[in-house]
């Protein structure tokens, strides 16, 4: 059974830093490419960034460019997203979700997503 | 960036009547279009993809069509377990794009 789990996100100052992982399970890691969405509440999706199966190409949303970080880790079936200079807009559940077939097209699998809130 | 359009913003329907949603695109993304059903507190799941094809276990009362810029996604006959948000997905260009969702709502 595919599992992505995401880490615990937490309450963040503006300004401050978190990192973001996401565990997955159940299927060859290193084959597929993976991305990172966010839904602000209430809201709707917003694609954040994807990392290829080996690591590159790696596209982000200019939203978060230059402040976002995404990696990977095959060895431990590990996804990454080092978040810096966060804004009150960027408050929002974080989802990973893996690429369908590999692909960086469409998004079958998703983690249960995580709640990051920026605020003072 | 290519915007997605999605109408109407509510449906409002009855179990068993047929559901018709839409999404325009601001520019042609050819076929490269997807489909999502979200549920209050759930991560979505993708039904659609690549304008018409359905994605792994999804029951046949789910079709889509349409190329270019105008999409549908036709639910035949509406189970209880359908009324939720839905959204289409592009991925002619990056960024990737979501429309703004159609919430499908018991009437």
């Known amino acids: 059974e595919v599992q992505l789990v995401e880490s615990r996100g937490g309450l963040v100052q503006p300004g401050g830093s978190l990192r973001l992982s996401c565990a997955a399970s159940g299927f060859t890691f290193s084959s597929y490419g993976m991305n990172w969405v966010r839904q602000a509440p209430g809201k709707g999706l917003e694609w954040l960034s994807y990392i290829s199966s080996s690591t590159t190409p790696i596209y982000y949303a200019d939203s978060v460019k230059g402040r976002f970080t995404i990696s990977r880790d095959n060895a431990k079936n590990s996804l990454y997203l080092q978040m810096n200079s966060l804004r009150a807009e960027d408050t929002a559940v974080y989802y990973c979700?893996?690429?369908?077939?590999?692909?960086?097209?469409?998004?079958?699998?998703w983690g249960q997503g995580t709640l990051v809130t920026v605020s003072s | 960036e290519i915007v997605l359009t999605q109408s109407p913003a509510t449906l409002s329907l009855s179990p068993g009547e047929r559901a018709t949603l839409s999404c325009r695109a601001s520019?042609?993304?050819?076929?490269?279009l997807a489909w999502y059903q979200q549920k209050p507190g759930q991560a979505p799941r993708l039904l659609i993809y690549d304008a018409s094809n359905r994605a792994t276990g999804i029951p046949a009362r789910f079709s889509g069509s349409g190329s270019g810029t105008d999409f549908t996604l036709t639910i035949s006959s509406l189970e209880p377990e359908d009324f939720a948000l839905y959204y289409c997905?592009?991925?002619?260009?990056?960024?990737?794009?979501f429309g703004q969702g159609t919430k499908l709502e018991i009437k």
């Open positions: 520019q042609s993304v050819s076929s490269y």
């Open positions: 997905q592009q991925r002619s260009n990056w960024p990737r794009t």
């Open positions: 979700a893996r690429g369908q077939f590999g692909d960086p097209y469409y998004f079958d699998y």
